[in-house]
């Protein structure tokens, strides 16, 4: 498989090259050559199939000539004791991608990217620098993917005052070689740093330096394959996705155009609406981000509407996705409403899935008769400042249990590459 950067086809890299480097040269994202497409027999079998046999058929095309067979069913088999079930509720199931060490979907990306990197770099004696910006759960998900890997370091940037205090020790309190620093600005101060990092000559000459944001494309593609699964079991449906940075959708996307049985996609954002505006008006603004309940979401300029430019135009975009946005007061009202009526936990990000449903539902764009998938990206525990009052308590799995005994270690530094490249 070939990769080429969004903003230029004068070279293409292979997996490995696309992975390690994370941003192409010229600033873009690199994105496939062409998708790869299921073979029948997989596409019909996809509902008898294990999360594991899905997970080897859709990533092998992926990363061919890099990484073989057998190593990538190892790799596949160490990174994922946990699955993605899905819950039925009364007019829609709900796909639990949360059910990883750190309670976030981003579990999915993160494990098979650290066991990817480990494999790709055997027999290098440089260490390689993963600099990662998050909003959240990104963070907490490489870290402890990450955790202990020989030959790599992690620093994760993320918005000082802006995370929870959980999402912050599984962060920050790790230790060894993983390091966090404290933003004083916005998430998308966080990824500009990286970004203008990855494009300063003097740490490009000093330092290895990798990506572990969605915009790596070894974060992607794992991610395709919770969607097969889902779509497997509920085929034809329409997939809500809590959406901020993109890269959620676009992986969605990807296994959508590989063959996997899927209807469509709800973006489902907070206020942070770039995209739906998008949908809806034909115009691209990117915009500063707010504060959300749902912080994870919080992007104003999310970097993987670079892929879904590349690969789709408005039109193609608008017949596959409807977008819907939520406030902070409907994600509440969701939370209690969906607890009430079906004695199930939201977290405030899949409580915006959940009501961009009711509200496109409402509206008329979604009918009495269409499947609909919500994607749970979070355990509610994790945001239990938020659930709790609403709720009562929730049940706190032990690996975040775990996660809320540690000591933040961070360094705060100002929304300058001046500061980050002194710290690096």
Known sequence: MRY???????????????????????GGLYVPAEIPQLSPAVKSSLGSMSYL??????????????????????MIQDAYPFGAPLTGLSDRSVLE??????????????????????????????????????????????????????????????????????QEKQIAGLGENISALAVEGSFDDCQRLVKEAFGDQELKERLALSSANSINIS????????????????PGAIISVPSGNFGNLTAGLYAARMGAPI????????????????????????RSSVATLSNAMDVGAPSNFERMAAHFTLSEMRQMILGA???????????????????????????????????????????????IIVAATAHP????????????PVTVPPSLQ?????????????????ALREYL
């Open 263 to 286: 209807a469509g996609f709800v973006a489902a954002t907070n206020v942070n609406r770039t995209v739906p505006d998008y949908l809806a008006t034909g115009n691209y603004e990117a």
């Open 97 to 166: 991608l949360f059910h990883g060490p750190t309670g976030a979907f981003k579990d999915f990306g993160a494990r098979f990217m650290a066991r990817a990197f480990s494999y790709l770099r055997r027999g290098e004696d440089r260490p390689l620098k993963i600099l990662v910006a998050t909003s959240g759960d990104t963070g907490g998900a490489v870290a402890d993917g990450f955790f202990g890997v020989q030959g790599v370091t992690v620093t994760v940037l993320y918005p000082q005052g802006r995370i929870t205090s959980l």
């Open 325 to 371: 946005s939520v406030t902070d007061d409907e994600t509440r009202e969701t939370i209690g409403d969906v607890f009430s009526k079906e004695g199930y936990c939201l977290d405030p990000h899949t409580a915006v899935g959940w009501r961009a449903v009711d509200k496109l539902k409402a509206a008329g764009p979604l009918g009495r008769g269409d499947r």
């Open 219 to 234: 974060r992607l593609v794992p991610q395709c394959v919770y969607y097969a699964s889902g779509a497997g079991e509920i």
């Open 402 to 418: 775990k996660a809320l005994g540690r000591t933040v270690v961070s360094r705060p530094i100002p929304a300058r590459l001046e």
């Open 4 to 26: 080429y950067s969004t903003r230029s086809k004068t070279h293409d890299v292979s997996f490995s090259e696309a992975a390690l480097g994370g941003l192409a040269p010229d």
């Open 381 to 392: 525990a994790k945001f239990a400042e938020t659930v709790e009052p609403i709720t009562g």
């Open 53 to 74: 046999e899905i997970a080897l058929e859709l990533i092998r095309p992926w990363v061919a000539g890099d990484i073989p067979n057998g190593v990538l069913e190892e």
